[in-house]
């Protein structure tokens, strides 16, 4: 029998989380999402780009980001199915440039989510029916602070320093149908701090009347200190979903150990149409590559990993701004000046159930709103960029009796960009 239910953790309603240290979160904000995981090619003067720290010396202005989502999940596994959803805040960055071909970003995020609640049905010869729940809620969050330098316009260095922190609580509960046997409950609580890096470099070389971008970006497998409470016990269950503890089983309170999370390589290349005196592209097309070393993942082991294998990602997307991009059509539409998204990105999890690989694939639309006048045109020094995107997605299949999520998000950033540090002798 499958139950999922909400936990209060926002954005993790996945029974996939149950494994590892959650489920990973795109390391990008909403605009960023919505061109997949191609952001090692990709440079915004107007959008921070955490997932590529050599993009900040591309920043034209002081620029904040701050997105969320909703989303609605239907999961099905061979015998049932349900809809789900979850949604909320999710981030949050700060992006300025320095000058001399410096800038810099400071942002917070989520880095995994956990959150599940299952019920599995079955009945021993010895024992009788039994019902077994499993929950889980809560995740790594992380706190950033990167820099980039372009020593000349065509090369750029950036890295960012993470602070990675945060628990994860599991919980497990055996419950007879048989009220001879008393009931056993496991929790474990698992918390998680430390520092990490990643580093990357662009490569911007003029190609006709365009630009082709060349990005790379590396994330070092790294070692976390890590501390874990476990508790078991067996209970009588009361009413209303109370418990009445009995005896206690294993007590285990703070034991020390490490969690290793995996190490990533991104490659992409991007080749764009850059509008002329400002500061975005008519249009762009991106294509990124990702490596993520998932089978190194190591946490306390209770239980099986099911990380079998490395992560491979491909991703591909497309950008445009009609009034840009066909200039000669005089276009003065609002609609022509909104920017036009989409990408398609395909990937396996890393996660093997009898020699299966469970993969995944999501397609996105978007388009950035501009607000507050011509939010692009010279002079206009302060203004801002709703961010608007569609994303479906499949994750898994119901075979072997596993399960299978088709995804439903919709996202929702802004984006406010402003001029700091300048003097004006007339205004």
């Given amino acids: 029998m499958l139950g999922i239910t909400a936990t209060a953790q926002t954005g993790g309603i996945n029974p996939y989380s ?14 960023g999402q919505t061109l997949g995981r191609t952001s090692s090619s990709w440079r915004s003067g107007l959008h921070v ?19 969320g989502y909703v989303q609605m999940m239907h999961q099905a596994d061979d015998v049932d199915a349900l809809w ?21 970003a400071v942002g917070l995020r989520p880095h995994t989510t956990v959150g599940y609640d299952i019920l599995s049905s079955d009945s021993s ?3 009788g029916d039994y019902v077994q729940q499993y929950q889980g809620s809560g995740g790594l969050n992380e706190t950033f602070i990167g820099i980039a330098y372009a020593p000349a316009p065509w090369f750029s260095v950036g890295i960012n320093g993470y602070y990675r922190f945060g628990s994860i609580e599991r919980a497990n509960r ?8 008393d009931d056993v409950k496991t929790e474990r609580r698992t918390m998680v701090s430390d520092w990490t890096y990643d580093a990357g470099i662009q490569l911007v070389l003029p190609l006709g009347n365009n630009v082709m971008t060349i990005g790379a970006t590396y994330s070092p497998t790294a070692d976390f200190d890590a501390w874990q409470d476990l508790v078991s016990y067996a209970y009588k269950p009361g009413p209303n979903g109370s418990e009445s503890p009995l005896d206690s089983l294993v007590t285990s309170l703070n034991n020390e150990d490490i969690v290793r999370l995996p190490g990533q390589i991104q490659v ?26 998932q089978s190194e993942l190591l946490t306390f082991a209770t239980t099986t990993s099911h990380y079998g294998e490395d992560v491979r990602m491909l991703s591909l997307s497309a950008g445009i701004i009609p009034a840009l991009a066909f200039t000669e059509r005089k276009l003065k539409s609002y609609g022509s000046q909104i920017s036009y998204t989409a990408s398609f990105t395909q990937a396996n999890t890393g996660l093997i159930f009898d020699g299966q690989s469970v993969n995944q694939w999501n397609l996105t639309t978007a388009m950035g709103l501009p607000i507050g006048g011509k939010s692009v045109m010279l002079g206009d020094r302060k203004f801002a960029t709703v961010n608007l995107g569609l994303q ?3 994750l898994g299949e119901k075979d072997n009796g596993l399960l299978r999520e088709f995804q439903f998000r919709a996202l929702l950033g802004v984006t406010l960009n402003d001029q700091w540090f300048v003097q004006f002798k007339y205004r």
């Fill in 174 to 181: 055996l419950d007879f149908v048989d009220n001879q046997y």
């Fill in 392 to 394: 479906v997605g499949k």
């Fill in 18 to 31: 149950i494994y590892g240290l959650g489920w990973s979160s795109s390391p990008s904000y909403v605009h």
């Fill in 268 to 293: 992409g290349l991007s080749l764009e149409k850059q509008a002329e005196n400002l500061p975005v592209n008519a249009w762009e097309v991106h294509a990124g590559y990702t490596l993520v070393s």
């Fill in 125 to 127: 010869s010895a024992f």
């Fill in 49 to 67: 780009n955490p997932a590529q720290p050599a993009s900040y010396s591309e920043l034209k202005y002081t620029t904040l980001d701050i997105g």
């Fill in 84 to 104: 789900n959803n979850t949604g909320g805040f999710r981030e949050f960055g700060l992006g300025l440039p320095l000058g001399n071909g410096f800038g810099m």
